[in-house]
C-alpha cells in the first residue's frame, strides 16, 4: 500500500498544473487520463474545479486543494485518508508561463487523439538545476493534450475531456474517513 500511495502521489505532482491551466481556461472540466512512468501504465479519472483537483486510479484517490497547500490521499476500501502538504517544486509547468520557466519554443504541430496540437518545449529552472519537457497544447483551446519527458521517461495525457464545473462534493474528504499518517514520507 506505502508503494501505491508513493506511486499516487508522484502522479499527482506531475498533473497539477496542467490541469489547474485547463481549469483557468473554463471554469473546470473532467477527462480520462493516462500516465506512463517507465513502464508503469496508469490510467484514471480527474475532476478539475479552479484550484481544486481530483484524481482516481487503481483504487485510491487524490484530492488536491491549492486553496489549503494540502493533498489529500483516499483509500475508500479502507475507509481512511493521508494528508500531504503540496510540493510546488514538484509541480509540472502548464501552458502559462509559471515561476522558472526560463525558455518556451514552439517545435511544430502533431496530432494527439485526434485534435491538432502545438508542441513546445518547455524549460524552467529550479533552484540551480534546469529541466525541460515537452508539451502538447490543443491548437483551438491552448488545453494541455500531452505532456512529457524529452527523454520518454514519462508522460501523461488526458482524453474524452468534458468541460463542465464538477459537483463540489467531489474535492472534500467524506464524512466517515479517517485520518492516518505514514511514517518517512
Not at 502522479?11 to 473554463?26: D, Q, T
Not at 517544486?89 to 519554443?105: H, L
Request: charged share 20%.
Amino acid at each position: 500500500m506505502k508503494l501505491r500511495v508513493c506511486v499516487c502521489l508522484v502522479l499527482v505532482a506531475a498533473l497539477l498544473a496542467g490541469a489547474m491551466a485547463v481549469a483557468a481556461a473554463f471554469q473546470g472540466f473532467s477527462a480520462d487520463i493516462v500516465t506512463a512512468h517507465g513502464k508503469q501504465t496508469m490510467q484514471g479519472k480527474i475532476f478539475v474545479a479552479g484550484d481544486k483537483m481530483r484524481f482516481e486510479t487503481a483504487g485510491v484517490v487524490s484530492i488536491t486543494r491549492m486553496d489549503k497547500k494540502v493533498v489529500w490521499m483516499l483509500m475508500p476500501t479502507e475507509k481512511m485518508y493521508m494528508e500531504q502538504p503540496i510540493r510546488l517544486e514538484n509541480v509540472v509547468p502548464s501552458s502559462e508561463p509559471m515561476a522558472g520557466e526560463v525558455e518556451r519554443t514552439l517545435l511544430g504541430t502533431e496530432t494527439v487523439n485526434g485534435q491538432t496540437a502545438n508542441k513546445y518545449r518547455i524549460t524552467v529552472q529550479t533552484d540551480s538545476r534546469r529541466h525541460s519537457f515537452l508539451q502538447w497544447l490543443a491548437a483551438d483551446s491552448a488545453l494541455p493534450l500531452r505532456t512529457a519527458a524529452e527523454d520518454g521517461s514519462w508522460w501523461q495525457e488526458f482524453r474524452n475531456i468534458q468541460v463542465g464545473v464538477p459537483d463540489a462534493s467531489l474535492f472534500e474528504v467524506p464524512n466517515g474517513y479517517k485520518k492516518f499518517a505514514m511514517g518517512g514520507m
